[in-house]
């Protein structure tokens, strides 16, 4: 079993920056491909980014390129996803995931293990 808390959501205004943390403990972190997804009322979840094992090559969304950015701490079996110039639509319950694989996977159903989430706010 992993354990997956979320962290540092928040409201914030347009154009403002907020940094999400999942920190992770149960199995040996650093044999997980780490996700982010979001989930907006009455939307389906979607991918927002991805990390390997190594944290060498992440993985985003469209949407959020140049905007994100995801990175994790092997030490300290975290995962950040920095996130600037938000816009109202980024507005959302954001999850944290795991797979254990070392492979991206942008496919939430694929994830083994999940957070509870954290809401993100983002007013105009």
């Known amino acids: 079993q992993v354990q997956l808390v979320e962290s540092g959501g928040g409201l914030v205004q347009a154009g403002g920056s907020l940094r999400l943390s999942c920190a992770a403990s149960g199995r040996t972190f650093n044999n997980y491909t780490m996700g982010w997804f979001r989930q907006a009322p009455g939307q389906e979840r979607e991918f927002v980014a991805a990390i390997g094992r190594s944290g060498d090559t992440p993985y985003y969304a469209d949407f959020v390129k140049g905007r994100f950015t995801l990175s994790r701490d092997n030490a300290k079996n975290t995962v950040y996803l920095q996130m600037n110039s938000l816009k109202p639509e980024d507005t959302a319950v954001y999850y944290c995931?795991?797979?254990?694989?070392?492979?991206?996977?942008?496919?939430?159903?694929?994830?083994?293990?999940w957070g509870q989430g954290t809401q993100v706010t983002v007013s105009s």
């Open positions: 995931a795991a797979i254990y694989s070392d492979y991206i996977e942008a496919f939430a159903k694929r994830y083994d293990y």
